[in-house]
């Protein structure tokens, strides 16, 4: 009998040029996974993921969901399958769910961290796991000025010229800019996303953190619903895919958000803004 599986996955994304499994002797998370599913089922093994993250990204919650027919306990779809896995990528939980969850169209919102490392000197540790930058920025103005993005907007000037969504149009759900100590976190909530969006969020917040450019300019860029109007892509290896937010009724594992080397934060209390 033919069961689905809800697999919550934890990897660093510097090695591989992506998410997605793509053309033979290009690294992906996806066919990495795959094929360690494939060992411990015993049967080919194809699996569908919240979000698909880019080249260079991590994720500290990425889910995902496969249908399997054989018969094995939780424990041999994590650490059983971690067996099989690189030290890069790691599945945290395992949980069997009904039949008609869907990893991607049952998720009503996707969350990711950008995490930045302000400090004159760039970190020997985590140096692809955080965006350093030298400058010193102002975290009350790119909080305000992120305050713009809330609600649903077209978003063009912040999806990849390459990008491939039917629509500009997304809801963001709550952007939150924090300070922890050396880190600048950008933790972004949102319906679904578009191509390099978040980077692109993050490119401009941090143009106007470092007194480059006015608060003013965030809408300004938004308004334009223009990509060359827009600031630079920051590079992607300080974003994270953090959670997935589903129905209570499918039973999702649920984890502390990360990355992990953050500290813990008191969740605050988000509502679109009428």
Not at 187 to 200: E, G, P, S, W, Y
Not at 212 to 230: F, M
Request: aromatic letters at 12%.
């Amino acid at each position: 009998m033919t069961k689905k599986v809800v697999l919550v996955i934890e990897y660093n994304g510097s090695e591989y040029k992506g998410w997605q499994a793509q053309k033979f002797g290009v690294p992906s998370v996806q066919e990495n996974l795959e094929k360690a599913l494939s060992v411990v089922a015993n049967h080919p093994v194809q699996v569908v993921c919240a979000g698909r993250t880019d080249s260079g990204v991590h994720a500290s919650a990425q889910v995902v969901h496969f249908e399997t027919d054989a018969e094995r306990n939780e424990r041999a779809w994590t650490l059983g399958v971690n067996t099989y896995l690189p030290s890069d990528i790691t599945v945290v939980a395992a949980s069997y769910v009904s039949d008609d969850f869907h990893a991607r169209f049952s998720a009503l919102s996707r969350r990711y961290r950008y995490v930045i490392y302000s400090s004159p000197f760039c970190p020997a540790i985590l140096a692809k796991g955080v965006t350093w930058t030298y400058k010193t920025l102002d975290v009350d103005a790119m909080r305000e000025a992120a305050k713009v993005f809330l609600g649903t907007h077209d978003f063009s000037s912040f999806r990849a010229i390459g990008c491939q969504a039917n629509t500009p149009i997304r809801t963001i759900l709550n952007f939150d800019v924090q300070k922890l100590g050396q880190y600048i976190v950008l933790d972004v909530r949102a319906n679904a996303f578009l191509h390099h969006m978040i980077r692109n969020f993050a490119g401009v917040l941090m143009s106007i953190g470092a007194g480059e450019k006015p608060v003013s300019w965030a809408k300004q860029i938004l308004d334009a619903k223009d990509r060359t109007k827009g600031g630079i892509t920051a590079p992607p290896t300080g974003l994270y895919f953090v959670d997935a937010q589903y129905p209570d009724v499918f039973n999702v594992p649920k984890l502390h958000l990360g990355p992990h080397f953050l500290p813990y934060v008191d969740e605050p209390n988000y509502e679109l803004p009428s």
